[in-house]
């Protein structure tokens, strides 16, 4: 690929864009809002003049409703050889592009499975799509070039070609992104109005299963509106697991000792159930999940800490497979969770303690 457009500067935009530019590909940026075009452009990732000749490909990353105009646009004005659009449902904007009269030969619609809570080109890295998976829907009438282009695409932003069904793609979505997105939601809103004494106690857990809370509210009801039926689906089943888990709450609190037992296993039986889907999760890179230990360093809260904890295992050649960072309240410190391979461990406590840091004992 030579040259591509993206239309929509956003998180997922200029995050490809970022991506195509840093492997050589001259890449024109659009959006309705420039202000975020000269942002994306002062990150280097393109230039915001328009293409002389219809680039190699296009890539439509704006929200769900907006994709399908976006599309036919950029055809009826000839812009691209190829149009992927990047949008997290696939069956909508394909039937809204239908309705349009837009051209189904070149256009392909896929979805990385990358993102962020955050969105606009500030939030944007050239390594989001690193290792993920990215949905490709062709079907029959998909152009064999624009496949083609939708796959280097794909390699140049090291990520892991998937294809499938459009409808089948946003039925999986359903389960494994969008029900997850309104669960948090749910979970994040009992904070609410919550007392400050009871929310100044919150830990790792409630961060772990609050993060993808902080969404763009108006991108979310873009995207559900797009899936609706799906997701209602899987909350309907979430929902019966809820009654059953409240009644078992409920016996358990009861005076009644054969009540107790069942109400017991009631709940157990679902954390068991979630420790079995809890391992379907795959891993880095689509393998099957790897377990990691955790070595937990208290930092203090400066500039480049994390930097230099980085460097001093990079020194010991321990290779970092995931991190997470918990705030200490009230304290100007906190603790960082190292997560390495089970051999690791040992190696990187070592050497991290004769570099003077202190290491939390894990129980
Ligand atoms: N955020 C995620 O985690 C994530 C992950 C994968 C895919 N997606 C999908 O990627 C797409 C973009 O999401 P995002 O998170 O980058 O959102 P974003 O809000 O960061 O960016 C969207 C951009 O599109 C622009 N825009 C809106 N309508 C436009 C139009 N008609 N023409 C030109 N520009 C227009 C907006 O000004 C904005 O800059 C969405 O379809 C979303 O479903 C999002
Ligand atoms: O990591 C996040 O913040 C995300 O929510 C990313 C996520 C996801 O559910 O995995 C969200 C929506 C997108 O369509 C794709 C990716």
Known sequence: MRTSLVVGTGLIGTS???????????????????????????????????????????????PPARIAGAVAGLQRRGLARGVIDVGSVKGTPRRELTELGGDLTTYLGSHPMAGRERNGPLAATADLFEGRPWVLTPTQQTDTEVLNQALELIALCGAVPVLMDADAHDRAVALVSHTPQLLSSLVAARLEAAADTAVRLCGQGIRDVTRIAGSDPGMWVDILSANPGPVADILAEVSADLDGTVRALRALESGDEAKQTAGAEGVA???????????????????????????????????????????????????????????????????????????????????????GWSIRQQP
């Open 16 to 62: 490809a864009a970022l991506a195509l530019s840093a492997r050589g590909v001259r890449v024109h940026l659009s959006d309705r809002d420039h202000e975020r075009v000269r942002t994306a452009c002062s990150l280097g990732a393109g230039t915001d003049e328009e293409p002389g000749e219809p680039v190699d490909l296009a890539i439509v990353a704006v």
């Open 269 to 355: 039986d679902l954390l068991r159930r979630g420790n079995a889907g809890r391992v379907r999760v795959p891993g880095k890179h689509g393998q099957a999940p790897t377990a990691y230990e955790d070595v937990v360093v208290l930092i203090s809260d400066r500039p480049g800490e994390l930097a230099r904890i980085f460097a001093d295992a990079g020194a010991a050649g321990v290779n970092i497979e995931d991190v997470r960072i918990e705030h200490a309240t009230g304290q100007q410190a906190g603790y960082v969770q190292l997560m390495v391979e089970p051999r690791a461990v040992r190696p990187l406590q070592t050497a991290l303690r004769e570099r």
